[in-house]
């Protein structure tokens, strides 16, 4: 496997210099494997809510609820096209419906929300029941 410590790329125009952080997830700072959670923890009380990174490729860190919520609800300043740190080649297979954007994502999931629904389930559920019992 590659190593993807040393990868850096530079950091974007649109990126604040005050928002860079020199972070790899992959070789946390001090004794991680005493306790990641700590580790974490340290890095979470010396940061930005979110901040970017030049390491793996270059992306954007955040370590908080708060913050990962409102990335996860606004597609449009953070797409979910790429998920995965280092990056997948532009050429590799996406893992949908995780790795796309609305309204694509939407149109993806409805089939797999539309099946899940809690009446679905409880009709399936109620099936299977009469099936076992005959």
Known sequence: MA??????????????PALVRDFDIFQLPGRPEADPHLTLLAIQRDAPEIFWTSRNGGHWVAIRAEA???????????????????????EAQRE????????????????L???LLPSVIDSKRARSARLRSN
């Open 3 to 16: 190593d993807t410590s040393s990868s850096f790329s530079l950091r974007p125009d649109h990126v604040p």
């Open 68 to 90: 990962i919520e409102d990335i996860l609800l606004d597609p449009r300043r953070f797409s979910s096209e790429c998920i995965l740190v280092p990056k997948k080649p532009p």
């Open 96 to 111: 949908l419906p995780i790795e796309c954007d609305p309204p694509r994502h939407t149109v993806i999931r409805r089939p």
């Open 113 to 115: 929300t539309m099946g």
